[in-house]
Nanobody, 119 residues
């Protein structure tokens, strides 16, 4: 089992920055991908950024503004968000994807954190 605890987020003005953190604990050695999703009001949950091994990808809407990173020593995933726009307002979730001991896919979610971009 993996537990993901998020921190960061809050209210920021347009053009501002925030950093989200996602601390993992438990049995994390079978994780092969990590990412951040967001869900705006009345919208579906969409992938924002992901990392798997040395590969990193971003949604077009956040490219060149957001940066996903990880500190394996701290078992923590980050999302640095710069030049924030009102349309970035959403609940953000971290996500880990792994394989169980009997080779079944499994994924874990953080509790979600609200990011509001408004003047």
């Amino acid at each position: 089992q993996v537990q993901l605890v998020q921190s960061g987020g809050g209210l920021v003005q347009p053009g501002g920055s925030l950093r989200l953190s996602c601390a993992a604990s438990g049995t994390i050695f079978n994780i092969y991908a990590m990412g951040w999703y967001r869900q705006g009001p009345g919208k579906q949950r969409d992938l924002v950024a992901s990392t798997s091994g040395d590969d990193i990808s971003y949604a077009d809407s956040v490219k060149d503004r957001f940066t996903i990173s990880r500190d394996d020593a701290k078992n923590t995933l980050y999302l640095q968000m710069n030049s924030l726009k009102p349309e970035d307002t959403a609940v953000y979730y971290c996500n880990y994807k792994g394989i169980t001991s009997n080779y079944m896919p499994i994924e874990y979610w953080g509790q979600g954190t609200q990011v509001t971009v408004s003047s």
